[in-house]
């Protein structure tokens, strides 16, 4: 970024680079309207990341299914997000306000997966068991990013302490993940594969 | 001047438009061999609502794209998608849709196609086929990796249907080990259907392994009772045909998976490179309206 200071780089941008300085900074701006602006944004690219890598194209039907399909992370996230701003939170921001400058920090995540469909793009179906292989070996950059910028957030916007910042991570993590081994467990996958140990 | 972010947004709008309008999906007729008709089946396929990731109308679409005539969809214990996908397949014209379970089991995992209910899956695999059948179903061995075929004992291979000769998993752990269990399946019952399944999740491999079913009619019933007849041809990943020598005769050299027109493969690269650099551009730069606080006038703002 420093490479290019004259670019208008998003607040997405300042906050992946530099999150402490950024959401210090943001947190006393002016409050922006489209509250939900960043999570129908973020839902939107995985429903693209999924046309993009099953049918090599971005078809609206593929987009708006795979939108709708996967925009349960989001709203885990925004759950997450409440319950760890009411439990832990000491700034008094507001919830949508908090909501928006959480999802300023997606942009690991958001880039990692444009990287995973420009891969998978460039590989044939024969050859999926390596697009497999970087997928596990790269996913370890926006998990690692995403929890330096959390961490950040949950300092910085919503005025936690060290351990109620590590609180709300842990509780953002049980959240999320808890949530999916809830349905796989309901749906009957998981007890086998945990007894079978695949 | 045009901000970056509005151009982003307009390179976005215009690649999905592109990719829209390539979502072109051929006309498929089912070949026609020795008075059957050659079915081209996905048995193998898991969707949203399980640990896949199209819904499975998407599923349907997404297979007449790569020239199946007929899909299973095999989430894990359940049957729940697979008998969505199936009505709505049947409204959008095909292609068949059978309602199917992956029956995973710690010890075994078993595609059951044909049937209308959960399996249960704490049983032996040879109870769990015999269920399979009671429903008018047909059982299939999932994977047959040296890892998964300890459960398959002598009465479970004397009533299983068929069993996967190719599968993804050969790319990585070679194809022998399919051929193996499937010479052990031939030794135990006579005529076991051969299978190549694709055990779909994500990405493009939908329909990359593929069972040519040899049926009297293509209806569910007629496919479900050709795998029960052993009347199936499929080819392993090393290119070796498996089944009847008279249906491999009569298949001859496989059809190639349809592919784009070259105006509509054209159309469709665009639309990915254009949405591809418009979503990253929209992600990475701020619009000419948008207020920051690291903006001169927003720091104005606040000093004010």
């Known amino acids: ?198 | 001047m045009i901000s970056l972010r509005l151009a982003s947004a307009a390179l976005l709008g215009a690649g999905i438009a592109a990719g829209t309008i390539a979502d072109v999906i051929p006309v498929r007729r089912p070949l026609l061999r020795g008075g059957y008709v050659v079915l081209e089946a996905d048995l193998h396929a898991h969707s949203f609502l399980g640990d896949g990731a199209l819904w499975p109308w998407d599923l349907a679409f997404e297979a007449r794209r790569k020239g199946l005539d007929a899909i299973a969809i095999t989430n894990h214990n359940q049957v729940l998608a697979a008998r969505i996908g199936r009505g709505l397949s049947r409204r959008i014209g095909g292609p068949l849709v059978l309602v199917g379970e992956e029956i995973t089991a710690p010890a075994y995992h078993l595609i059951a196609v044909g049937i209308e209910e959960t399996v249960g899956w704490r049983g032996t695999a040879a109870q769990a086929i015999e269920e399979v059948h009671a429903q008018g179903g047909a059982a299939i061995a999932a994977h047959p990796t040296r890892s998964y075929q300890g459960a398959y004992d002598a009465p479970a291979l004397r009533v299983l249907d068929g069993a996967e000769v190719a599968h993804p998993f050969a790319y990585s752990a070679g194809v022998q080990e399919l051929r193996d269990f499937f010479s052990r399946l031939e030794l135990a019952r006579a005529r076991p259907a051969p299978i190549g399944s694709s055990d779909y999740h994500v990405f493009s491999s939908l329909g990359l392994c593929r069972t040519y079913v040899f049926a009297r009619e293509a209806g569910e019933r007629a496919l479900v009772e050709a795998l029960r007849q052993g009347q199936t041809v499929a080819y392993d990943l090393g290119g070796i045909p498996h089944g009847d020598p008279e249906l491999i005769r009569l298949l001859g050299t496989p059809p190639a998976p349809p592919a784009d027109p070259p105006s509509i493969a054209v159309l469709a690269r665009l639309g990915w490179i254009c949405s591809w650099f418009g979503a990253l551009g929209l992600l990475l730069f701020r619009g000419a309206g948008d207020r920051s606080i690291s903006t001169p006038t927003a720091k104005t703002n606040l000093r004010a």
């Open chain 1, 1 to 198: 970024m420093s490479l290019f200071p004259r670019l208008p780089w998003s607040d997405d941008a300042r906050v992946a680079l530099r999150p402490a300085a950024v959401y210090d900074e943001l947190s006393r701006g002016p409050a922006r309207t489209a509250f939900l602006e960043r999570p129908l944004l973020f839902s939107f690219l995985l429903g693209l990341v999924l046309a993009l890598t099953t049918a090599g194209r971005p078809t609206l039907r593929l987009v708006l299914g795979g939108a709708l399909a996967f925009g349960f992370i989001p709203a885990l996230q925004i759950a997450s997000i409440a319950l760890s701003g009411a439990a832990f939170g000491r700034s008094g921001i507001p919830l949508l306000r908090a909501i928006d400058l959480h999802f300023l920090g997606y942009l690991p995540w958001t880039v990692w997966l444009l990287f995973v469909a420009a891969f998978a793009s460039f590989t044939s179906p024969e050859r999926e068991h390596l697009l497999w292989a970087v997928i596990l070996w790269s996913v370890a950059v926006p998990i690692l990013w995403s929890r330096v910028i959390g961490w950040h957030f949950f300092r910085r916007v919503l005025g936690m302490g060290v351990p109620g910042a590590l609180a709300a991570l842990l509780v953002q993590i049980a959240i999320i993940w808890g949530s999916i081994l809830v349905f796989f467990l309901f749906s009957g996958q998981l007890e086998p594969r945990i007894l079978s140990g695949h």
